[in-house]
């Protein structure tokens, strides 16, 4: 007679085999998932640097938590085209100069880089100016944390071989953690702040041009011409292929999820401390994190200059170092961190101009760093719109992406995004010659 409870030898074997299979298919996909993190991850959250933090920090302290709502359909344009550079990554084995020198000749690819340099310079030297900002607000001079910062980083990335500085950049990337909790300590409006999330503003907003202005700078900081460069490169250079690549898509939208996360804390910090307190301009990021200290309290403000430190240091580490990528593929010239300063001269060399060219710019007494940020991002939406049309006619070649090309359906998308973005482009450019 069986024994209460009795289950048969057989049932339970097949219950342990199909809950250790299933196991099994979860560790593969989560060791699969972990083994190609790095470059959609580190590309979307390397867009929150110092100019970015600026941007939504400015945004908060003006208009309050009426700009949130741009966060979703921010989020979900980045995860679009972030995923077609992962796609043509994967499938082509070439970065994205590469491919565009190659389809569209030399010519148009010197064009485009000569932009594309301009504009990243611009960027690095606002990255040095917020390392400037975010030390002095610890009484850091910059004549020392500019030129130490700047020697740190291209000791890193000269001596390093890729696998140890993609973990550097990984781990940089975690610290971005610091504007969540400053986010929580300043005490928002939580239940005001989720509404204007997911409510679209009314129609009255649009009237009011400073409003429209900063909308779209929201959108401009966060989809960057230099992204769609570097995060090809990367994942070219990480060796990742096609059977590879839904988990290199995942690290694509949870980079893009993350890094978009941190924004809308950071438009919450400010709105919460600067808007509530009639606080509405500020001029650079490191205003916004010393406005923050009596308001939010000292770990707060601690928090929020940290952040800011921790995010010019990690862009003033790849925007340098995406332009050396893009302008060695696009000319034909070895490049890649796992190459040695014999096997690619050019490649290390320019970083090292663009690197120290950026940090002695910053040390310039009386340097217009403002004006000369902010005529970057104008460069950056002259430049983004003719990225996105170049990268759309590339991923739909069937000859070179195979059954790997967009959907219709993708397609719509895309190219919705790209409409979108040179409308709003020609407007901030607009604005930019006429404020």
């Given at each position: 007679?069986?024994p209460?409870?009795?289950?048969?030898r057989?049932?339970?074997?097949?219950?342990?085999?199909?809950?250790?299979?299933?196991?099994?298919?979860?560790?593969?996909?989560?060791?699969?998932?972990?083994a190609?993190?790095?470059?959609?991850f580190?590309t979307?959250?390397?867009?929150?640097?110092?100019?970015?933090?600026?941007?939504?920090?400015?945004?908060?302290?003006?208009?309050?938590?009426?700009l949130?709502?741009?966060?979703?359909?921010?989020?979900?344009?980045?995860?679009?085209?972030?995923?077609?550079?992962?796609?043509?990554?994967?499938?082509t084995?070439?970065?994205?100069?590469?491919?565009?020198?190659?389809?569209?000749?030399?010519?148009?690819?010197?064009?485009?880089?000569?932009?594309?340099?301009?504009?990243?310079?611009?960027?690095?030297?606002?990255?040095?100016?917020?390392?400037?900002?975010?030390?002095?607000?610890?009484?850091?001079?910059?004549?020392?944390?500019?030129?130490?910062?700047?020697?740190?980083?291209?000791?890193?990335?000269?001596?390093?071989?890729?696998?140890?500085?993609?973990k550097?950049?990984?781990?940089?990337?975690?610290?971005?953690?610091?504007?969540?909790?400053?986010?929580?300590?300043?005490?928002?409006?939580?239940?005001?702040a989720?509404?204007?999330?997911?409510?679209?503003?009314?129609?009255?907003?649009?009237?009011?041009?400073?409003?429209?202005?900063?909308?779209i700078?929201?959108?401009?900081?966060t989809?960057?011409?230099?992204?769609?460069?570097?995060?090809?490169?990367?994942?070219?250079?990480?060796?990742?292929?096609?059977?590879?690549?839904k988990a290199?898509?995942?690290?694509?939208?949870?980079?893009?999820?993350?890094?978009?996360?941190?924004?809308?804390?950071?438009?919450?910090?400010?709105?919460?401390?600067?808007?509530t307190h009639g606080?509405?301009?500020?001029?650079?990021?490191a205003?916004a994190?010393?406005?923050?200290?009596?308001?939010?309290g000292?770990y707060?403000?601690?928090?929020?200059?940290?952040?800011?430190?921790?995010?010019?240091?990690?862009?003033?580490?790849?925007?340098?170092?995406?332009t050396?990528?893009?302008?060695?593929?696009?000319?034909g010239?070895?490049?890649?961190?796992?190459k040695?300063?014999?096997?690619?001269?050019?490649?290390y060399?320019?970083?090292?101009?663009?690197?120290?060219?950026?940090?002695?710019?910053v040390?310039?007494?009386?340097f217009?760093?403002?004006r000369?940020?902010?005529?970057?991002?104008?460069?950056?939406?002259?430049?983004?719109?003719?990225?996105?049309?170049?990268?759309?006619?590339?991923?739909?070649?069937?000859?070179l992406?195979?059954?790997?090309?967009n959907s219709?359906?993708?397609?719509?998308v895309?190219?919705?995004?790209?409409?979108?973005?040179?409308?709003?482009?020609?407007?901030?450019?607009?604005n930019?010659?006429?404020?």
């Open positions: 007679m069986r209460s409870g009795y289950i048969p057989q049932l339970t074997d097949k219950g342990q085999g199909t809950g250790m299979a299933s196991w099994r298919r979860w560790r593969t996909s989560i060791l699969l998932f972990l190609v993190l790095g470059p959609g580190i979307a959250n390397v867009d929150n640097d110092a100019g970015g933090i600026l941007t939504y920090s400015q945004a908060g302290a003006q208009y309050g938590y009426t949130l709502w741009t966060m979703i359909p921010i989020t979900l344009a980045l995860i679009v085209v972030q995923e077609m550079c992962a796609r043509m990554g994967v499938v084995g070439k970065g994205l100069s590469d491919l565009i020198r190659e389809e569209f000749g030399l010519r148009m690819t010197f064009f485009m880089m000569i932009l594309l340099v301009v504009v990243n310079f611009g960027n690095v030297v606002a990255e040095f100016s917020g390392i400037a900002g975010s030390m002095q607000l610890f009484h850091i001079s910059k004549f020392v944390s500019v030129p130490v910062c700047a020697f740190l980083v291209w000791i890193l990335v000269v001596k390093g071989d890729y696998k140890s500085v993609e550097v950049f990984l781990i940089a990337s975690v610290f971005y953690i610091a504007y969540i909790a400053a986010g929580v300590l300043s005490g928002p409006d939580w239940h005001l989720l509404v204007e999330t997911v409510k679209l503003p009314d129609r009255g907003v649009w009237r009011d041009k400073l409003y429209v202005y900063m909308t700078g929201i959108i401009g900081t989809i960057s011409p230099w992204m769609q460069f570097y995060l090809q490169s990367s994942i070219v250079e990480k060796g990742i292929t096609v059977r590879q690549y290199s898509r995942l690290d694509v939208i949870v980079g893009s999820f993350f890094t978009d996360l941190v924004a809308w804390f950071i438009v919450v910090a400010c709105a919460a401390t600067l808007y606080i509405r301009s500020i001029a650079d990021p205003d994190a010393g406005a923050m200290k009596p308001l939010a000292q707060a403000f601690i928090l929020f200059a940290a952040g800011l430190f921790n995010a010019s240091l990690f862009a003033a580490s790849i925007l340098p170092l995406s050396a990528y893009t302008v060695c593929e696009g000319l010239l070895e490049s890649g961190l796992d040695s300063f014999r096997e690619a001269r050019f490649f060399w320019f970083y090292t101009l663009l690197l120290a060219g950026g940090a002695a710019i040390l310039i007494p009386n217009p760093l403002v000369f940020s902010i005529l970057s991002q104008v460069l950056n939406g002259v430049l983004l719109p003719i990225v996105l049309i170049f990268m759309l006619r590339l991923i739909n070649k069937h000859e992406m195979g059954k790997h090309t219709r359906l993708f397609n719509a895309a190219w919705l995004t790209t409409v979108i973005v040179v409308a709003l482009s020609a407007v901030m450019v607009w930019g010659l006429h404020p």
